[in-house]
C-alpha cells in the first residue's frame, strides 16, 4: 500500500477555484490508478474522478465534468484535482485514495487500498 496525504483544501468563494495535492509515499506510485472522492456532512462518501496509472485515461462524475481536471505527476509521487468554477454544493471533505492494478478506473470505494486523511473544502455562496 501507499502513504496518502491530501493538501490544498480551504475556503472559497463560488466561482472560485482550488487546486488540491495527494501526496503519495512509496516506490511503485505509478503501478496505482489514483481517485478523488468526496464526502458532504450526512451523505456516503462519492467518486468525483480518477486517473489511470498511465495518464492516458481519466474518468469524471457527472456533476464535476468540465469543471474539476484531474492529473498526476508520476516522477513526484502526487496527484492533482485542479477546481473551477465551484459552488456551494461542492461543499464537503475530499479524499484521495490508491488502486493497485485495478480493471478500468473504479468508481466505488471497496475497489481501493489506500486512502489519504482529507482536506475540507468549503465553498460559500
Known amino acids: 500500500q501507499v502513504q496518502l496525504v491530501e493538501s490544498g483544501g480551504g475556503l472559497v468563494q463560488a466561482g472560485g477555484s482550488l487546486r488540491l495535492s495527494c501526496a503519495a509515499s512509496g516506490r511503485t506510485f505509478s503501478s496505482y490508478v489514483m481517485g478523488w472522492f468526496r464526502q458532504a456532512p450526512g451523505k456516503e462518501r462519492e467518486f468525483v474522478a480518477g486517473i489511470s496509472w498511465s495518464v492516458e485515461r481519466t474518468y469524471y462524475a457527472d456533476s464535476v465534468k468540465g469543471r474539476f481536471t484531474i492529473s498526476r505527476d508520476n516522477a513526484k509521487n502526487t496527484a492533482y484535482l485542479q477546481m473551477n468554477s465551484l459552488k456551494p454544493e461542492d461543499t464537503a471533505i475530499y479524499y484521495c485514495?490508491?488502486?493497485?492494478?485495478?480493471?478500468?478506473?473504479?468508481?466505488?470505494?471497496?475497489?481501493?487500498?489506500?486512502w489519504g486523511q482529507g482536506t475540507q473544502v468549503t465553498v460559500s455562496s
Open positions: 485514495a490508491a488502486a493497485l492494478k485495478p480493471f478500468g478506473i473504479p468508481t466505488t470505494t471497496l475497489n481501493y487500498d489506500s
